[in-house]
């Protein structure tokens, strides 16, 4: 059965008070009597009491999972990461394209600017993240799921590379170079996805972990977290 259906008739069931209520009042109005409208308002706004926090908790646990929460990892244990640290629940996205093998992975650039040095971490999120059977022995999935990780690390050391080169320090210049790099890092993760067909075209797959895997080489010299100004690290 459709989610989006069956999410349509739990409401219709949740809502059926109000309805009924209003059927009355259309049938007592016509004879003046406003009672049952008042009774109509004090159902609604009991009903909406109820429900606003119920829908508020709801869209907490799904955006990340603090019933099973798991604080996000740093690229450092980049190796440990395993589809049991896929956390995160999904209602309504059950597959891809008909293949129940569907995960998702939810990354980020963290950023922290102090008067001479700037602390830049990618994360891992594992209770945003999801998959949808953690049984899965797939390690072509799990190694493209994990890839994405290694875009955001990326452009975190292409960050931190060019706040290397900064003669001094620059707030706002530093602020642009990070949120360039998010948004170079967003733009990569898209393309990334779409001429990988999410991993199942192969030499496109292996194309773009060569790639990453370079440039990552290329930048080994910025996996510290801590970057000062005007020194390589």
């Not at 990461?81 to 293949?99: A, C, P, S, V």
């Not at 075209?201 to 080994?220: P, T």
Request: hydrophobic share 40%; proline share 2%; glycine share 2%.
């Amino acid at each position: 059965m459709n989610d989006y259906f069956i999410v349509t008739l739990i409401l219709l069931l949740y809502f059926s008070p109000i309805f009924y209520q209003l059927t009355i009042v259309i049938k007592e109005r016509k004879k003046g009597n406003k009672i049952p409208l008042k009774k109509l308002l004090k159902v609604v706004k009991y009903s909406l009491f109820v429900l606003i926090p119920l829908v508020l908790c709801f869209a907490a646990i799904i955006h990340t999972n603090y019933l099973n929460y798991e604080k996000p990892i740093t690229f450092d244990r980049y190796e440990e990461i395993t589809f049991e640290n896929f956390r995160g629940l999904e209602f309504f996205k059950k597959t891809l394209y008909g293949n129940k093998r569907f995960a998702y992975v939810v990354t980020s650039i963290e950023s922290t600017i102090e008067d001479d040095f700037v602390i830049l971490n990618s994360l891992f999120h594992p209770s945003r993240s999801f998959v949808y059977n953690k049984n899965t022995n797939s390690k072509e999935l799990l190694s493209h799921e994990k890839y994405h990780f290694k875009i955001t690390e990326l452009f975190t050391r292409k960050a931190k590379f060019k706040i290397a080169q900064l003669k001094s320090f620059d707030k706002k210049r530093i602020e642009e170079i990070i949120n360039t790099a998010k948004s170079e890092e967003r733009i990569f993760q898209k393309e990334y996805d779409y001429d990988t067909f999410h991993s199942y075209v192969l030499s496109e797959q292996k194309r773009y972990e060569n790639k990453i895997d370079s440039l990552l080489l290329l930048l080994s010299n910025y996996k510290k977290q801590k970057i000062k100004i005007n020194e390589e690290n």
